[in-house]
């Protein structure tokens, strides 16, 4: 895996050229690391699935640098439309009708008809998208684990089959996009992520899918997040032994989300924890309740899915 540096241009200028040639580089965003393919490349995308060890039911999302580049992939109404103008660039991806003269790949879309988008804000990735075109990128950890918001998380556990990693520090935001469906001028939620609940109402009425509900995207049916370790959520204070992560002022704490108790903090630090965790070679890890308002429901929903581990199924 050939090492670039984010911060200089040309290094970037060579990660879009790889992009180009169908070829996968993991690159920074605001929310998490992603491992991008060119959108358009069915190398580009094939080589996500196999790096990531990604069943091929699920879908990628693609990112686009705003408006008139998603409406030249899918058909976009005028609650998306507004959702775009308030919420991009940033942390929020749209399911929409997928155009049918789209220039993506067939395996983007795992045969869905909607097509998953999203513009960063990230200025490195946006650079990206303006050389090469939409890009798809899934979070870059391998299928099931704990999502890389730091260059050392991608470094500990390198993926085989990536032809380079753009590195440029630590993740603003921590947590995924808000991942949202619009149905009949409403809007329901797939996957809490960094634009809350309270946000998305303000904009049209807003619903969030049961956990585990059919209709829920694929991704949110696998099991994911979960760390070496196994996960005990809500406990106000560690067992002896146990790798505390503590949220708000404690008196012991292995992995501290936030002294203060910012739920905003605690998201951009969640997966650093759960990786510390795994780097200590801690085997039980204890969680301190996290409130589950705003930010705190994308938190607990990681968390959760985390916990559950290995029991959840993974879909073939
Ligand atoms: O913040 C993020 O969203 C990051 C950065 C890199 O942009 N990406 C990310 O991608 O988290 P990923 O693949 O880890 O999660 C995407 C989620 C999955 O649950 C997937 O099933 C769902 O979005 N999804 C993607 N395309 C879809 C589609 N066409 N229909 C339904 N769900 C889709
Ligand atoms: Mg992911």
Known sequence: MEQLDGHNSEACLRAADLLCWGKNVIIPSETVYGLAG?????????GIFRAKKRPPDNPLIV?????????????????????????????LTI????????????????GLPQVALR??????????????????????????????????HILANPPSHVDAFLAAGICACGLESTVVEIKE??????????????????MAPTSALAPGAASASPGQRHRHYAPKASLILNQEAA?????????????????????????????????????????????KVSVAPIP???????????LRRAAEGGKIDVEP
Request: a negative charge; charged letters at 20%; aromatic letters at 4%.
């Open 38 to 46: 060119l959108a358009r490349s069915d190398e580009g995308v094939a």
């Open 63 to 91: 990112h686009v640098l705003g408006k008139n580049m998603a409406g030249d992939l899918a058909h976009i109404g005028g609650l998306a439309e507004r959702l775009m103008d308030k919420f991009w660039p940033g942390p």
């Open 95 to 110: 399911l929409l009708p997928k155009r049918d003269d789209a220039p993506l790949s067939q395996l983007v879309t795992a």
């Open 119 to 152: 513009a960063p804000s990230h200025t490195i990735f946006r650079e990206l998208i303006a050389m090469a075109g939409p890009i798809a990128a899934p979070s870059a950890n391998p299928s099931g684990a704990p999502s890389p918001t730091r260059p050392e």
């Open 185 to 202: 001028e409403s809007i329901i939620i797939h996957r809490p992520g960094m634009v809350t609940k309270e946000e998305l109402s303000a």
């Open 239 to 283: 067992d002896q032994g146990d790798f505390y992560i503590a949220f708000g002022p404690t008196s012991h704490a292995d992995f501290q989300l936030s002294a203060t108790g910012d739920l905003a903090e605690a998201a951009q630090r969640l997966f650093h924890g759960l990786m510390e965790a795994d780097r200590v070679g801690a085997s």
């Open 292 to 302: 589950e308002e705003g930010l705190g429901i994308a938190i607990n929903e990681r």
